[in-house]
């Protein structure tokens, strides 16, 4: 009896020193006893939660939070064994603010091992716990849209891939880009384009489950997932559903902008059986929609995977002909329309493929613009064009200019003056006799840049001619302001000259408003006698087409006119 009262006040001796080491503790302590009564709190708990000790003593552990009963199941497992159980506790202050606390409780036992209070050790760690949801945001969120990234919709459609393929459902990717949001982000400027997708984002949200997943993909660009798909018709749905959102016009300060998607549909296991696949089909099924005319959507075929392998084949061996010299250059003969003599020749490239033979433009230039080929093969064109013309130069050709198309990927490079300055210099070729033809569509992608670049070019002595005039989107009163010395009526034009009225309108009124502005005005696509005299008539400058003769190599050329 003696000895179980000495074990008593020795035990009451050592948590009477453990309350009072507490007390001036830097982390948070909280001591209960075996049922969870708290017993006594330090300072430092009392000012992280607001709290003052009265109103903490006598209560239970839990006053400052639930504890989920998963978390408190393993809590008593682990304290009933005499063992220490550490986690993290998100826990209530007094004024109902959340805090999260890194938590160690440990029991403290008696002589006989039964465990007589708790000791509960804590450190706020909200500061900590937010910044890991930061970083964890930043991860896998985007922050323009606070959609999920990239990296968290794969993620997600690994897991519903695998899911799907065990319970044998199907499953959706939709692949969405805005139709010309390039064009709205140039006008508007980036802010406001910035608005214009965080819009979109929301609308495209309203419009699917909450088991759905959207992403800001990149850009313009969004994919969705659909994770359980009953029939496939029902993916159309929810497509013509997306695109409707955008309908309703985006009020952005006080103008309407009108936008508009086109969509690709890829379906599991159908169309892929994993992410990378499902999202590659998807996207080939969005050029499709796209060369529709935007504004509509297409299920994925495997025909599209076809013409994609095609064409990474014909890419891979537009960059082997440059290294091994397969392109060669025509030139078609440009002729004054007063005269009949000489005035110009236009260089056309030609690809002589060992498999296809002779490789006409309309056949690989869409390609090299889309796969950035264009820039490397329009400075070889380029120089091959004035190394010619330098050649027939000293053969004695008279000194008529020779043009050279520039693609709008092209014409907008930053050294591109550089680049014609350093190729004349090499070819020693007077820039007077160079002529650079341009698109209209060019001008409008960015018209300071592009006034700045002419007027260079102009500078230096280099005439420019707008080419393919009437199928863009420009006036002649608003091409005025670039130093123009060319225009090249389209053959579109000439070719119903005799058939309809309005071309023959539309060619005069160009050919009368250019002369007025001091332009130069070439006809292409010249075929017959009566189209020539037409020209004439009108006091059209140069024409060129077949009716003077197809384009041919520089040899028969030489042949030719020397």
């Known amino acids: 009896m003696i000895t179980n009262l000495e074990s008593d006040l020795h035990q009451d001796e050592r948590l ?24 006594k709190v330090n300072r430092k708990l009392c000012k992280v939660t607001g709290y003052r000790p009265a109103e903490l003593v006598g209560s239970s552990m839990t006053v400052l939070g639930k504890i989920d009963d998963r978390t408190l199941q393993e809590m008593r497992r682990k304290l009933e064994a005499g063992a220490e159980w550490t986690g993290k506790l998100c826990s209530m202050k007094k004024c109902g603010e959340e805090f999260w606390e890194e938590v160690s409780i440990f029991p403290i036992q008696d002589h006989e091992g039964l465990t007589t209070h708790h000791v509960k050790v804590a450190e706020d760690i909200t500061l900590r716990k937010n910044t890991e949801e930061a970083i964890r945001f930043l991860a896998f969120y985007d922050n323009l849209t606070n959609l999920p990234n990239r990296r968290l919709f794969i993620d997600r459609l690994k897991f519903c891939i695998n899911r799907n393929r065990r319970e044998q459902e199907l499953l959706a990717v939709i692949s969405l880009d805005l139709d010309n949001f390039k064009k709205i982000n140039n006008a508007l400027g980036h802010s406001l384009g910035d608005r214009v997708l965080k819009i979109v984002s929301e609308r495209f949200s309203d419009c699917l489950r909450s088991s759905d997943t959207v992403a800001h993909y990149s850009g313009d660009s969004f994919i969705i997932m659909l994770s359980k798909v009953a029939h496939a018709d029902h993916v159309a749905t929810v ?18 902008i009108h936008i508009t998607a086109s969509a690709g549909i890829a379906l599991f296991p159908e169309d892929g059986d994993d992410a990378a696949i499902l999202l590659k089909n998807a996207t080939l099924a969005i050029q499709r929609a796209k060369m529709s005319g935007g504004n509509c959507y297409h299920y994925f075929d495997p025909a599209m995977h076809e013409a994609a392998v095609k064409r990474i084949s014909m890419e891979s061996n537009l960059r082997r002909g440059l290294r091994q010299q397969e392109f060669l250059l025509h030139y078609q003969p440009q002729f004054d329309c007063r005269s009949g003599r000489l005035s110009g020749l236009e260089a056309l490239v030609r690809w002589r493929d060992p498999a296809m033979g002779v490789v006409r433009p309309a056949e690989f230039i869409p390609l090299s613009e889309e796969t950035g080929f264009i820039l490397p093969l329009t400075e070889w064109v380029l120089r091959s064009a004035c190394r010619q013309r330098k050649e027939w130069e000293l053969l004695g050709l008279p000194p008529v200019r020779i043009a050279v198309n520039l693609s709008p990927r092209q014409f907008l490079q930053k050294n591109l003056t550089q680049l014609i300055a350093g190729i004349l210099e090499d070819a020693r070729l007077s820039p007077s006799l160079l002529e650079v033809e341009i698109t209209e569509n060019a001008l409008a992608e960015d018209v300071l840049a592009a006034r700045k670049i002419l007027g260079t070019l102009r500078q230096m002595g280099v005439s420019i001619a707008i080419d393919d005039f009437g199928t863009g989107y420009s006036s002649l009163s ?32 160009v050919i009368a408003m250019s002369h007025e502005m001091g332009i130069k005005v070439i006809a292409e696509g010249v075929e017959n006698a009566e189209q020539e005299q037409f020209l004439k008539e009108q006091e059209c400058d140069n024409a060129q087409g077949f009716l003077y003769g197809e384009p041919v190599d520089a040899d028969e050329i030489t042949k030719l006119f020397i």
């Open 16 to 39: 009477a020193k453990l309350f009072k080491s507490v007390e001036s503790s830097p982390v948070m302590i909280m001591i209960t006893d075996s049922a969870g009564t708290i017993e």
């Open 239 to 256: 497509a013509e559903k997306l695109l409707r959102s955008l309908q309703e016009p985006i009020g952005l300060t006080g103008q309407e």
């Open 478 to 509: 608003q091409l005025k302001s670039f130093p123009i010395t060319t225009l090249k009526i389209d053959q579109s034009f000439i070719r119903t000259l005799n058939d309809e009225t309005s071309s023959a309108a539309i060619v005069c009124a």
